[in-house]
């Protein structure tokens, strides 16, 4: 007879070979790969003599971790646009979260002597000292969306513009609701403690102000699908008729519009933000409440290492009748609707 | 048990008042459900956990990793193929596996609890952001949400999974040698092992049952967000911690109640229904929390001792 000890080691051995075989089964599982190639989008291409090779040089990169679409996809079209140029080198940090770590990066560039650097800080004040020892040390600093708190800590800094989506946001909506001065307009934003959200707060109010509405209601998520799918399903509880919805951010609208058809809602329209490829089909199809979105470019860091190689190798910028690179370039947040959107798709991220 | 019944009465009778009727409609009462679903099923599991002695803090980032899982490309294509069950077989064997893993580290390996689960948390959460490439993948597989996003008898279908997984929690702590091995465990462990419970083998199975939660969690969120995310489920463990205290269960083990459980997620589910009715801002519902939580407990505390001081 087995002693029990045995039938016991058995026993939980079995288990553990269950749960590897099953492990084992399951790991086959994790392939991301589509069947069809999807064919890759393009951006617009527009080449001027300033892509001629000229002098080598090496390009810093750093931004935080890319746990939501919009960031991979800067972080994918820094890249892309990098490799167009055979004169650049790129050398890509570790996206992360921790502003320690992001402050140690851009040290590595300096002990490095990179040529310049393109930096999207998590958050712009903590980097503002460090990029300031760059540019002493002669590094020009491209300053991507998240601000400096000093005018030289950049030679050139790329911005979205936030205030500007809330505006562009509010302004679609006036135009579509008219003269309806009793609609009920209601809003989805994102990280209430970021500053950008409260930027695009505000121009939403003011250009919603500027025709005689409000906001009614307002919620805020978190950009991920999870909160997104939470906070909209609560604002739909507590507001029975609704006339338009602006949600700030389409990586977190993918849970908006989950939460729409779980409450079976649609006597709004939707007006999404950022400008994923996602919603961009959306519109394009005309068969969901999504009616527009107001494009918040994930090429920014593409504008950034494009100027930081003409910066390093002391070209002037095309199309402008002064000479050098600007100090500031501002984008602009056009509003997509199905009457533009195929001209925007190329550039749509994917969630 | 009866203070809890009370407590949530009294947030239904503040909700209807503060917000005029909107409360208690149907559609809302719905959402209310829905919102604590996800969270019940997960509380389920680290209910018995807790009343064991031990403590599970991975469980939201399992959640998470099991729903990116579920949605990669390669299994949504098995899924076309074969049967919208892949989805879910693979969420199940997830959670199981991340469970088996914790119980295995605890049980065998002697590692604290809280360490080897805290481990847990972050591997878990970094493996998702791994396999999903940092992004969101949706799902595209009808029949999946067809079932999953249905309405039965007026409830969504993630209300009546809650529904069914309370009930075979109930049974599995109280009416079988399983929860009552998890009540020796967690009370006297030492007694418990002269009685002649495998302690270890009992430790496994509790942590795999936890992981399983997680998984059919995984399943009602994919169901819920149509997408998987690495995002989604974070600090959901500790959503699941405060709802299994306020509900009874003793945060140091020997004593679980699953009724009191489910009535504490319902407590924090309408507290947040209410506070959003009534356009209250969430930073001041998340210290309303915390004032429940350390209410809850202290008043546990307060009828022990009062209990202790009658029965001598």
């Given at each position: 007879?087995?002693?029990?000890?045995?039938?016991?080691?058995?026993?939980?051995?079995?288990?553990?070979?269950?749960?590897?075989?099953?492990?084992?089964?399951?790991?086959?599982?994790?392939?991301?790969?589509?069947?069809?190639?999807e064919?890759?989008a393009?951006g617009?291409?527009?080449?001027?003599?300033?892509?001629?090779?000229?002098?080598?040089?090496?390009?810093?990169?750093?931004?935080?971790?890319?746990?939501h679409g919009w960031m991979g996809a800067i972080?994918?079209?820094?890249?892309?646009?990098?490799?167009?140029?055979?004169?650049?080198?790129?050398?890509?940090?570790?996206?992360?979260?921790?502003?320690?770590?992001?402050?140690?990066?851009?040290?590595?560039?300096?002990?490095?002597?990179?040529?310049?650097?393109?930096?999207?800080?998590?958050?712009?004040?903590?980097?503002?000292?460090?990029?300031?020892?760059?540019?002493?040390?002669?590094?020009?600093?491209?300053?991507?969306?998240?601000?400096?708190?000093?005018?030289?800590?950049?030679?050139?800094?790329?911005?979205g513009d936030n205030y500007g989506m809330g505006v562009s946001a509010g302004t679609y909506i006036c135009e579509q609701l008219g003269?309806n001065?009793?609609a009920v307009v209601a809003e989805i934003a994102g990280i209430?403690?970021?500053?950008l959200t409260?930027d695009r707060s505000?121009g939403f109010e003011?250009a919603l102000?500027?025709c005689?509405l409000d906001v009614d209601a307002r919620v805020a998520a978190e950009f991920t699908v999870e909160s997104g799918e939470e906070q909209t399903a609560n604002l739909l509880s507590a507001e029975p008729e609704i006339d338009a919805i602006w949600n700030h951010d389409d990586d977190q609208g993918i849970g908006v519009l989950a939460a729409i058809e779980n409450a079976g809602r649609d006597e709004f329209f939707l007006v999404g933000g950022a400008g994923s490829s996602n919603m961009m089909e959306m519109i394009q199809s005309g068969d969901s409440v999504v009616q527009a979105t107001v494009i918040y470019p994930s090429t920014?860091?593409?504008?950034?290492?494009?100027?930081?190689?003409?910066?390093?190798?002391?070209?002037?910028?095309?199309?402008?009748?002064?000479?050098?690179?600007?100090?500031?370039?501002?984008l602009f947040a056009p509003v997509v609707t199905a009457d533009n959107v195929e001209e925007y798709l190329p550039i749509g991220f994917e969630s | 048990?009866?203070?809890?019944?009370?407590?949530?009465?009294?947030?239904?009778?503040?909700?209807?008042?503060?917000?005029?009727?909107?409360?208690?409609?149907?559609g809302?009462?719905?959402t209310?459900?829905a919102?604590?679903?996800?969270?019940?099923?997960?509380?389920?599991?680290?209910?018995?956990?807790?009343?064991?002695?031990?403590?599970?803090?991975?469980?939201?980032?399992?959640?998470?990793?099991?729903?990116?899982?579920?949605s990669?490309?390669?299994?949504q294509?098995?899924?076309?193929?074969?049967?919208?069950?892949?989805?879910?077989?693979?969420?199940?064997?997830?959670?199981?596996?991340?469970?088996?893993?914790?119980?295995?580290?605890?049980?065998?390996?002697?590692?604290?609890?809280?360490?080897?689960?805290?481990?847990?948390?972050?591997?878990?959460?970094?493996?998702?952001?791994?396999?999903?490439?940092?992004r969101t993948q949706l799902v595209e597989v009808d029949?999946f949400l067809d079932?999953f996003r249905?309405?039965?008898?007026?409830?969504p279908?993630?209300?009546?999974?809650?529904?069914?997984?309370?009930?075979?929690?109930?049974?599995?702590?109280?009416?079988?040698?399983?929860?009552?091995?998890?009540?020796?465990?967690?009370?006297?462990?030492?007694?418990?092992?002269?009685?002649?419970?495998?302690?270890?083998?009992?430790?496994?199975?509790?942590?795999?049952?936890?992981?399983?939660?997680?998984?059919?969690?995984?399943?009602?969120m994919l169901a819920r967000t149509t997408a998987g995310s690495?995002t989604t489920?974070?600090?959901?463990?500790?959503?699941?911690?405060?709802?299994?205290?306020?509900?009874?269960?003793?945060?140091?083990?020997?004593?679980?109640?699953?009724?009191?459980?489910?009535?504490?997620?319902?407590?924090?589910?309408?507290?947040?229904?209410?506070?959003?009715?009534?356009?209250?801002?969430?930073?001041?519902?998340?210290?309303?929390?915390?004032?429940?939580?350390?209410?809850?407990?202290?008043?546990?505390?307060?009828?022990?001792?009062?209990?202790?001081?009658?029965?001598?």
């Amino acid at each position: 007879m087995t002693s029990s000890t045995t039938v016991r080691t058995r026993r939980v051995s079995g288990a553990f070979i269950a749960a590897a075989c099953a492990a084992l089964v399951i790991s086959g599982c994790t392939s991301n790969e589509p069947r069809e190639d999807e064919g890759a989008a393009t951006g617009p291409v527009t080449a001027t003599e300033n892509d001629e090779a000229g002098d080598e040089v090496v390009i810093g990169f750093s931004a935080p971790a890319a746990d939501h679409g919009w960031m991979g996809a800067i972080t994918n079209a820094a890249k892309a646009e990098a490799e167009k140029y055979e004169d650049v080198t790129l050398q890509v940090a570790e996206g992360t979260n921790d502003v320690n770590v992001q402050i140690s990066q851009i040290e590595g560039f300096i002990d490095q002597g990179v040529d310049a650097i393109v930096l999207l800080p998590f958050d712009g004040a903590a980097l503002t000292e460090v990029a300031l020892d760059a540019m002493e040390a002669g590094i020009p600093v491209i300053n991507v969306d998240r601000e400096f708190t000093s005018p030289f800590a950049a030679r050139t800094t790329v911005l979205g513009d936030n205030y500007g989506m809330g505006v562009s946001a509010g302004t679609y909506i006036c135009e579509q609701l008219g003269d309806n001065k009793d609609a009920v307009v209601a809003e989805i934003a994102g990280i209430d403690a970021l500053p950008l959200t409260q930027d695009r707060s505000q121009g939403f109010e003011d250009a919603l102000s500027d025709c005689g509405l409000d906001v009614d209601a307002r919620v805020a998520a978190e950009f991920t699908v999870e909160s997104g799918e939470e906070q909209t399903a609560n604002l739909l509880s507590a507001e029975p008729e609704i006339d338009a919805i602006w949600n700030h951010d389409d990586d977190q609208g993918i849970g908006v519009l989950a939460a729409i058809e779980n409450a079976g809602r649609d006597e709004f329209f939707l007006v999404g933000g950022a400008g994923s490829s996602n919603m961009m089909e959306m519109i394009q199809s005309g068969d969901s409440v999504v009616q527009a979105t107001v494009i918040y470019p994930s090429t920014q860091a593409a504008d950034g290492v494009k100027l930081a190689r003409l910066i390093a190798q002391d070209k002037t910028i095309g199309d402008l009748a002064s000479i050098g690179v600007p100090r500031t370039v501002q984008l602009f947040a056009p509003v997509v609707t199905a009457d533009n959107v195929e001209e925007y798709l190329p550039i749509g991220f994917e969630s | 048990m009866g203070g809890l019944v009370l407590a949530l009465l009294l947030l239904c009778v503040v909700g209807i008042a503060t917000t005029g009727g909107r409360f208690a409609t149907a559609g809302n009462i719905t959402t209310l459900l829905a919102l604590a679903a996800t969270t019940g099923v997960v509380s389920i599991g680290m209910t018995f956990v807790i009343t064991a002695g031990g403590i599970d803090l991975s469980v939201g980032s399992v959640l998470g990793l099991a729903t990116v899982w579920a949605s990669t490309l390669s299994t949504q294509y098995m899924a076309e193929d074969y049967g919208w069950w892949v989805m879910v077989v693979t969420a199940l064997a997830v959670g199981l596996a991340a469970g088996l893993v914790n119980g295995a580290l605890i049980a065998y390996g002697k590692v604290p609890a809280f360490m080897a689960t805290l481990a847990m948390l972050a591997a878990a959460k970094g493996l998702a952001e791994i396999i999903a490439g940092r992004r969101t993948q949706l799902v595209e597989v009808d029949p999946f949400l067809d079932v999953f996003r249905a309405d039965v008898l007026g409830l969504p279908m993630i209300v009546w999974i809650f529904v069914v997984v309370a009930a075979a929690g109930w049974f599995l702590m109280n009416r079988t040698t399983f929860g009552r091995r998890t009540v020796a465990v967690g009370g006297n462990p030492e007694a418990a092992r002269l009685a002649g419970i495998k302690i270890k083998r009992h430790t496994l199975y509790l942590y795999g049952l936890t992981g399983l939660t997680a998984g059919i969690g995984a399943v009602m969120m994919l169901a819920r967000t149509t997408a998987g995310s690495s995002t989604t489920g974070t600090l959901l463990e500790l959503d699941a911690i405060a709802a299994v205290v306020v509900g009874g269960t003793l945060l140091a083990g020997g004593r679980g109640t699953i009724t009191g459980t489910v009535l504490g997620v319902l407590i924090f589910s309408t507290l947040t229904n209410v506070f959003i009715l009534n356009n209250i801002d969430s930073s001041v519902q998340a210290i309303a929390k915390g004032a429940i939580i350390v209410g809850a407990v202290l008043l546990q505390q307060w009828f022990a001792s009062r209990e202790r001081a009658t029965s001598t």
